[in-house]
C-alpha cells in the first residue's frame, strides 16, 4: 500500500526523520573522548526532561521492564514491604515485579479507568505506624487505561502522614509528554524507556535517582548484578559504561534532547495537552465512550476508548490494521477486548493525528459500528482551529 503506515499505538511512536539520521552515524570508540562527550550531554540533557537538578540520572541498555528491575533491587531487600497501587496492566507488572524478588507486595486495587486516590495512600501509610512499608509504587500515566495519576498529591500524603517511605514512579509513557517534576514533587526513583516521548526505538531503560534511594541502595539486598546502578554511576562519571553501550541509540537520544529544547518542554506539553483534547473531543463526538471517566485524570499521551456492545476491541484493530494498515493498541489486562487505544504522542502534529482520527472513523463505519463520517473530525477539527496559535 503506497504512503506511510499509521502508527497510533501508545509507543513505540514514529521516530523522526532527524533523529534516524543521528543513529546512523559510524559507531565510535566507547571507551574514547567522543563517548565520554556523549555520555556527559545525555546525561545533562535527561536532567532538564526529568525537571530535577538533584536526581542522579542512569541509563542501561535495556527496557522499561528492566527499569523497574533496575528501580527495585536496587532500593529494596527480599521480605521488606511494598504498596503498589494497581489500576492497570502496567501496574499490576510493576508490582508482579517487586514480587519476583521476594519483596512483601501489598495491593491498593482500583478499577480500570481509576487514577490513584492519594486519600487512600494516606490512610494507609497513616496506618503503618511501625513504618514497615518501604516503599510506594505508583504509574504516572498507565498506558493501559490512558489515565494520569497525581504523583504530587501522592507525595502530599506521604508528607502529611511523616511516612518515610520511597516513592518510586513509571513514568515510561509520560516522561517528555506530560509535565513530571521530580525535584519539586519528591520523587526518589523516576524510571522510563526512550520509544515514547523521547522519540527513540526501544531499548534503554533510564532513571533518575534520589539521594534518599540512593542510600536505601546501599543497604538493599536484593541480588543484582547487570542491574545494579553503583558501577554504572562510577563509570559514567567518566564518561563511560560497565559494559558494551548501546552507543547509536545514545546518538538519537543526543538528537532527542535537541529537539525537545528547541520546541520547549512547556511547549512540548502544550501541544501533548491540544492533540489528546481534540482527540477526546473526536471520540465523544462519535458517540462512544472514554475508559477514564475523571476529566482531571485525562491522558494526554493516549486515549482508550470503550468498544460499543457486541463488538470485540482485537477484532476491530485486526480490521483496522488489514483495511488501512492503521495500528492501533490493544486493550490488556482487565480490559482485554473491551477497548482500543489511540496513541497520540512523540513527534505529532495536527494533521497526522486528524489523519489517524480518519482512519478510526473509516474503520470503525466499515467493521459494522453505526457513526456519522466526519462528525470526530468535525469535533477535532473545530477545537484546533479555535486553540490554533498564530505562526
Excluded at 486519600?119 to 497513616?126: G, K
Excluded at 472513523?361 to 469535533?379: I, P, R, Y
Amino acid at each position: 500500500m503506497p504512503g506511510r503506515p499509521f502508527l497510533q499505538i501508545p509507543g513505540p511512536t514514529l521516530v523522526p526523520e532527524r533523529i534516524v539520521r543521528a543513529m546512523s552515524q559510524s559507531i565510535i570508540d566507547h571507551r574514547g573522548p567522543k563517548f565520554a562527550a556523549l555520555v556527559r550531554e545525555c546525561l545533562e540533557g535527561l536532567k532538564g526532561v526529568f525537571q530535577t537538578e538533584k536526581a542522579q540520572i542512569v541509563i542501561y541498555p535495556g527496557s522499561g521492564t528492566g527499569a523497574w528491575e533496575a528501580c527495585l533491587v536496587n532500593t529494596l531487600s527480599p521480605g521488606e514491604r511494598a504498596l503498589a497501587c494497581v489500576n492497570g496492566h502496567f501496574s499490576t507488572g510493576f508490582a508482579r515485579t517487586a514480587a519476583a524478588y521476594g519483596i512483601e507486595v501489598e495491593r491498593l486495587d482500583l478499577p480500570y479507568g481509576a487514577g490513584v486516590p492519594a486519600d487512600q495512600v494516606e490512610a494507609r501509610l497513616r496506618a503503618d505506624t511501625a513504618h514497615q512499608l518501604r516503599a510506594v509504587l505508583v504509574v504516572h500515566n498507565e498506558t493501559s487505561t490512558g489515565v494520569t495519576s497525581n504523583v504530587a498529591a501522592v507525595r502530599a500524603a506521604l508528607d502529611r502522614a511523616r511516612h518515610p517511605a520511597l516513592l518510586l514512579v513509571d513514568v515510561v509513557s509520560s516522561l517528555a509528554s506530560i509535565d513530571f517534576r521530580v525535584d519539586e514533587w519528591g520523587v526518589d526513583v523516576a524510571l522510563t524507556g526512550p520509544q515514547k516521548g523521547l522519540m527513540l526505538p526501544p531499548g534503554l531503560a533510564i532513571l533518575a535517582v534520589s539521594d534518599k534511594a540512593l542510600h536505601a541502595g546501599e543497604k538493599a539486598k536484593c541480588p543484582r548484578a547487570y542491574w545494579d546502578w553503583a558501577p554504572v554511576l562510577e563509570r559514567n562519571t567518566r564518561g563511560e559504561f560497565p559494559y558494551t553501550p548501546a552507543t547509536s541509540l545514545l546518538f538519537g537520544l543526543r538528537e532527542s534532547l535537541h529537539v525537545l529544547n528547541e520546541e520547549g518542554l512547556p511547549q512540548v506539553f502544550a501541544r501533548h495537552a491540544r492533540l489528546a483534547e481534540a482527540c477526546r473531543r473526536a471520540i465523544l463526538a462519535l458517540g462512544l465512550q472514554l475508559l477514564c471517566r475523571n476529566p482531571h485524570e485525562y491522558s494526554n499521551t493516549l486515549t482508550a476508548v470503550v468498544m460499543p456492545r457486541g463488538f470485540n476491541s482485537d477484532a476491530y484493530i485486526a480490521h483496522a490494521n488489514r483495511t488501512l494498515d492503521l495500528s492501533l493498541g490493544v486493550g490488556l489486562g482487565d480490559v482485554k477486548g473491551k477497548v482500543f487505544r489511540i496513541g497520540h504522542l512523540g513527534s505529532l502534529n495536527e494533521l497526522e493525528l486528524l489523519g489517524g482520527l480518519a482512519g478510526v472513523e473509516l474503520t470503525l463505519k466499515s467493521f459494522g459500528v453505526k457513526l456519522d463520517l466526519g462528525a470526530g473530525l468535525a469535533a477535532a477539527e473545530e477545537y484546533l482551529l479555535e486553540t490554533a496559535r498564530p505562526r
